[in-house]
Structures are given as structure tokens and as C-alpha cells.
């Protein structure tokens, strides 16, 4: 007997029930590299920078050399060069001298602090006053400051960001290995549904999970693959399931939502492996299936009202492909003010659409109102929070914890 | 005479000396819109849904039969027929009489609420009989619940998110009006820089910055064009800027940090436009230069640290690349408790990467320590804070604002 979980169950099911996938990676250049998954750890092989370099425009030199200098009395010191960028510094300094360094040139052999351009006086003579002292140290990056032989920069499972990029340019990684996109196959089904590009017919609406689900799979890194829509019959759904299952990592039905169809989105799965769970206490979205086929690939079921579907998206298929992949799901939340009271009293958790705005103390959440189901409702939303399911509803003032429409 | 502005007065600039640029829309279908801006209102055409709908399986009836019943003693209502899903209700309900309707499925004329089919006994003679009343309205989604023709579901300006596209495909929207992408030029500029792929010798290092901001830029929507490194000579300068502004709507140099580079950028940009502001009051991110053309094109100057570039683009290229869409951009800021002290004593704000997790009492921000400039120490990072400027630091425990690294 299959129980109805709670969210939490859900998601310690996915975890349990899924392995990473074992796919060999691929490398693609550092342009292509964003929202990618690392396959492997990225270990720094040299030092970054290989050299001592100043933080400043200034005069390198031995600080010892200035300790005691001061405007009334500066340090004079002898003019030994000067280093130009993008060169090495082909000097290098005795007691009692110094050198002109760029901001990023390299700090000569024998010095071991830059004192800045500001603080000094060149007095034409081949010699420069310098007015403060430095201490050992100031004003230079040493080399493998960033990083040294063997650093571990970034972790396997990472999905790459900006910063990332830039580390990986940093450390000469310009083929970036990472793991093939996962291809997820969706389903829409429901005699009622027609393509978004037709005009409903009586008792005819278009079909909204075909696109949302898609879109989110594509934010989520994955490549979604539409098998369009299949009307209520068992033979020609488990048809196209089987077809999915062979072609993708995993396979979302987004079911239509009366019961001869809720029904024919389970015994097709039960027929091509094992149901997981089926349903999960929370509202809207109770009506969702996971499942399994003994190849261990993943088969979802998730409701026919939109908003469902995007709430259980972004909660339990994100997770999902995370668990595939091998990575962490960042939780993307934020805390914010409730304008006004939500009523609950059903039960399970309940989910509820909010845009975010700033407030005079700070941010705030305004509830989105409407029927479950109303996706245009949710056209323009920041994000949604939770009503746990032992609470009657949060009043106005409350602190919500707001989970944010967007990339993980 | 130029000042050194602070980080509010470098938004106002952005939003006073630009406006978003007036270009003919572009229509892309629903699979290529995610991220996207809207380049004009989506407002509905027609109903949606547009016709009465059941929001569960069960018996579509008049509310009134049913007042008075329970369990004890049921209504005994007429089965006048059954609506099917996908097609129009073909029947209408006369008092006393009820109709089985599938969730999704219309509402017959006459009935003004359903029963859900847990509530309902069919009697096998041609009857039903409700256990529960229910109230008019019960258990259905009215014509135009979810939009009404002349509806604004969608702003001009909205970058287009998963529950947009739904809603676009909810409308039947399937061509969708949005701006062309932003063509932004970059350039590294530098003696000391070598491409990521070549192995730097004595006194050069990797380009970071030009992978970083492109992908930055990306993220935001754009369309990078990276114009390659340039030495630090201003005529070729001049030359790769003009090119880069004949081709694109802005141009973003990313500056070597010597002396003589910030110089020649400043003249070029002077040389090709006005310079609008030279040098931002924060830490990482001093030497930043906004220009503008005659042809009001926006020209960047970054700094060369890649830390300071990339809290330069997070804070302020995204604003203007905002502001020449025409939309706001949102904060994605979460709060966290700092778990260790930063000091800060610079008379400017200060900026600190940050990693985040999930502490006992909410969400930590973890600060990165490095020296600007070491861009592996942020890999990884969620984020940044910012310490105000007449601020010596802020001490463990302290709440923190941390911008999340993600596309707006």
C-alpha cells in the first residue's frame, strides 16, 4: 500500500531511491561552460600568479630599508630600474635600492614590500625619497597567493557560475569537463489539451505543462525533450513512456488530472518498473507519482494544474536531477514580510505564490490569491512559501521563508 | 573636475544618463523565450479558461438540491448524463438533476457547483445521491477565472521565467515579442595578459576577465562579443573601443590596473565620448569608468582585479544593461548571520565574498578572506556583502545582506 508522503519524505526518497548517473564527461570550451556541471574536481596544476606581483603603482624595495622614514626625514634610496608589465622584473635589488613597479609588474629579487607611488618622491638625481615606512609584505601579492600545485579550486558537482569561469580561465582549464546535459523526456497528457498555438475547442484548454516543464528543466541544465501531447489511453501512453525511457535519463508525465487518467499514469508505470511514492501532502500538488524502472531510471508523474506542476517542478524534479548529477540543490530562499494573512486548513503543506517587493523594514511578500490552477495568477511571481501543514494559516506580519523563481 | 562617486550616486548616474534604447521587437517562439525581455504588455484576448470548470471528479448540480442532506439522508438527484473530457458538456441540468463530470471537465449549464465523487452515491437506477450539500460556486473555476480579455498578465521589461511561459502558453502566445539581445563589446586590456589558454611567461598572467565578464554579461541576457586582449597602447585602443561601438549597443573594457592603462582608457573614452564618472568609493572596484558616446552608447571601464570586475558587473553593468532594457532590475539578496568578524577601516564601502549554508539558527554567511584580485578565492562563493564605509567592520553574528550570485 502505497501511504501519501509528506515533502519531506518526497525528497528523502529521491535521494534514497536514485544514484548519480554514470556518464562518461565532455569538455567544452570556457564560453559554453555556464550552468554546466563539473564532472570532476578542478585541482590547480601551477601557481596563480607564478610570480610576486604588486598590488600598486610604486616602488618596490626592502622595507627594512624605510623603518624610521617619515615626511621630515624620508629614506633615500637608489633608483635600480624599472620593471614593465607583462615582463619579468630582469633586476634585482641590493640594500639601499629600489625599483618602479606598475600595479600587477613583477616585484624584483631582493625587495619585499612596494611602497605606493603617493608616498614617494622621485628626486630626479636616481634616487626616490621615500616618505612612510612599510612593513614586509605590503602592498605585493606572493606567488600562489591565489592558489598553488595542488589546490582543489572547485568540486566535482559544482554547476558553474561567473566566478567559476573566471577561476577556471585563471587556472588555464579552457576544456572544462563537465557531465552531459540530462535529457528529460515530457509528456503532456489529457484529452482536453490542445498545443498553446491552437484555439480551444468546447471543453478544450491548451496545454500549459508542455512549455512550463520544459522551461524549467532548461533552467534546471537539462535538456528537455517534448513528446507531445498523448491523449487517455493506456496502450498509446505506456507507448510513449517506453519510447522517452529509451531515449532520456528520466521521463516526466505531466498528467492530466481526472481520474481515468491519474490512474493510467500509474499502471504505466507500475508496468514499466515500481512506484515510489504516490502522492505528497501538500496543495496544491498532491496528485504526484514518482517511480522507477529497474534500469533505475526516474519516471514522474505530476499533476495537471499548472501551478502544481511548477510548485512540484521546482521542489521535487529539481532535487531529483540534482541526486542524478551528484550535486548539492542550493536552497534559493529569502526571508521576507507577509502584507497580508493567508488562511489554511487543510491538513497538508500548503504552497503559495508571492511576488517580493522592498518595504520600509525590509522585504516584503504580498500573497499571491487565486485558485490552484490559475497559472496566469503566478505570471510575473518572485517566488512562494510554505504554510506547514499543522498551521492554520500565518497572519499579516509574519516572516515567511520565500523559495525564488530561479536557477539553481 | 571628476569625484569619486559613491555606490548609490554611480546607480543614479546609470539611470539619469541612459534610457533604454529604442530598437523593433523580435518574436521568438515559447521554447527559445525563457530569459528573454517582454518588449511589450502581454495582455489576454480571450478567456481562460473559457468555459465553467470542475475542480474535482464528481456530480456537477444545483447547489440548492443539495441544501439540508447528509449522510443520513442523502438528495436523490437525477444522472442526467456525463461530460467527457475535451469536448462541451452537450447537456444542460434541470432541476433535481445532476450531472458526472471529471476534474477539468465542464460545468453544464444549469448546475452551479459540484460534489466530489467521495461525497456522492450512485444508486445504479439512474440516481445519485449527495451525502454533503454543497454551496453554489462549490468545487468549479468560473469563465475567466484565471484571465479575462483586456487582462495585463505580463508587463513590458519582464524578464520571461518558466511560470511566464506558461502563462504565455495559458493565452495561446506562442510568437513572443521581445526585445533583441544586447550586444556588448569586451576587451581586456593589458602587456601583462596572455589568453587562458597559453601558459603565461616570466611577468604576464592569464586573462580572467574577459571569460568572466562575458559570462557575466551572458547570465544577464546579453550577447558577449569579446573583442580580444589589447596592449596597452591607446591608439589600438581607440581603435578596437570604435570598432566594438560601430558593432554593439555598449562596450565594457576591462581594464589593466597600471598607471598608464587607467589613463588611456579614460582618454579614449574621453576622446569618443564624455566621461561620466571616474572612480567608484568602494573596495574591491575603485578605478571603474563610465562613459557615454554623442550616440548615447555606454562605455565601461572596469578594473583589472578580477574580484573587482566582477563585483563591478554584478552591481553596476547589470544595472545599465537593465536600464537600456527598460526594466528593473531585482534584488536577489538573502540575509545571513556572519560567522566570523570582517574589518574594514577604507572611508569606502567594502565588499566581501561570502559562501552560505544552513547554520542551526538559519543561514550563514561564511566571508571569503583574500586579497583582492584572487578570483579562485571566490569559486564557489554563493555571494557578496557589502560593509558600509563609515563602518570599522562588522563582528560574528552580525546580520549581512548577501547579493546572490545569480541572473536577475
Redesign the interface.
Known amino acids: 500500500m502505497l501511504h501519501v508522503k509528506t515533502p519531506d519524505e518526497a525528497l528523502d526518497i529521491i535521494r534514497s531511491a536514485f544514484a548519480p548517473l554514470d556518464r562518461p564527461p565532455e569538455a567544452v570550451p570556457?564560453?559554453a561552460?555556464?550552468g554546466r556541471v563539473l564532472a570532476r574536481d578542478v585541482t590547480?596544476e601551477s601557481w596563480?600568479?607564478?610570480?610576486r606581483?604588486s598590488?600598486v603603482?610604486g616602488y618596490a624595495l626592502r622595507a627594512a630599508d624605510t623603518f624610521g622614514c617619515s615626511d621630515a626625514l624620508p629614506a633615500q634610496l637608489l633608483l635600480a630600474g624599472e620593471?614593465?608589465?607583462?615582463?619579468?622584473?630582469g633586476l634585482s635589488l641590493e640594500p639601499g635600492q629600489c625599483a618602479a613597479v606598475?600595479?600587477?609588474?613583477?616585484v624584483p629579487p631582493g625587495a619585499d614590500a612596494v611602497q605606493m607611488?603617493e608616498l614617494c618622491e622621485d628626486y630626479g638625481d636616481g634616487t626616490v625619497g621615500i616618505l612612510k615606512s612599510v612593513a614586509p609584505g605590503h602592498n605585493m601579492?606572493f606567488r600562489g597567493?591565489?592558489?598553488k600545485p595542488g589546490?582543489r579550486?572547485?568540486?566535482a558537482g559544482?554547476r558553474l557560475?561567473?566566478?567559476?569561469?573566471?577561476?577556471?580561465?585563471?587556472?588555464?582549464?579552457?576544456d572544462v569537463p563537465v557531465l552531459p546535459r540530462l535529457r528529460v523526456g515530457v509528456i503532456s497528457t489529457?484529452?482536453?489539451?490542445v498545443p498553446?498555438?491552437?484555439?480551444?475547442?468546447?471543453?478544450?484548454?491548451?496545454?500549459?505543462?508542455?512549455?512550463?516543464v520544459?522551461?524549467?528543466l532548461?533552467?534546471a541544465g537539462a535538456l528537455p525533450r517534448f513528446y507531445g501531447i498523448v491523449p487517455?489511453r493506456e496502450d498509446q501512453l505506456k507507448q510513449t513512456v517506453e519510447r522517452a525511457l529509451a531515449e532520456c535519463d528520466a521521463v516526466i508525465l505531466s498528467g492530466?488530472?481526472?481520474?481515468?487518467e491519474k490512474d493510467a499514469a500509474c499502471r504505466v508505470m507500475s508496468a514499466l518498473g515500481e512506484v515510489l511514492f504516490h502522492g505528497i501532502a501538500m496543495k496544491p500538488g498532491k496528485p504526484t507519482l514518482l517511480g522507477r524502472t529497474p534500469a533505475g531510471k526516474a519516471m514522474v508523474g505530476l499533476p495537471?494544474h499548472?501551478v502544481a506542476a511548477?510548485f512540484v517542478t521546482h521542489l521535487f524534479v529539481r532535487a531529483l536531477l540534482a541526486r542524478l548529477e551528484g550535486r548539492e540543490l542550493?536552497?534559493?530562499?529569502?526571508?521576507a514580510r507577509l502584507t497580508e494573512g493567508v488562511s489554511a486548513n487543510h491538513g497538508r503543506a500548503q504552497y503559495n505564490g508571492a511576488l517580493?517587493r522592498?518595504g520600509p523594514q525590509?522585504?516584503e511578500a504580498l500573497p499571491i490569491r487565486?485558485?490552484?490552477?490559475?497559472?496566469?495568477?503566478?505570471?510575473?511571481?518572485?517566488g512562494y512559501f510554505c504554510i506547514p501543514r499543522d498551521c492554520e494559516g500565518l497572519p499579516a506580519g509574519a516572516q515567511v521563508l520565500v523559495n525564488?523563481?530561479?536557477?539553481d
Do not use: H, Y
Open positions: 570556457l564560453s561552460a555556464l590547480a596563480v600568479p607564478d610570480f606581483r598590488t603603482d620593471v614593465r608589465m607583462g615582463e619579468g622584473a606598475p600595479t600587477g609588474g613583477e607611488l601579492i597567493d591565489d592558489v589546490d579550486v572547485l568540486p559544482r557560475e561567473p566566478q567559476d569561469i573566471g577561476a577556471l580561465a585563471a587556472l588555464g582549464v579552457t489529457g484529452d482536453e489539451l498553446p498555438e491552437d484555439a480551444p475547442a468546447a471543453g478544450q484548454i491548451r496545454d500549459v505543462n508542455g512549455p512550463l520544459c522551461t524549467l532548461e533552467q487517455d492530466g488530472s481526472s481520474v481515468g495537471g499548472p511548477l542550493r536552497r534559493r530562499q529569502v526571508t517580493l522592498e525590509g522585504l487565486g485558485k490552484s490552477g490559475l497559472i496566469t495568477a503566478l505570471a510575473g511571481a518572485d525564488i523563481f530561479i536557477a
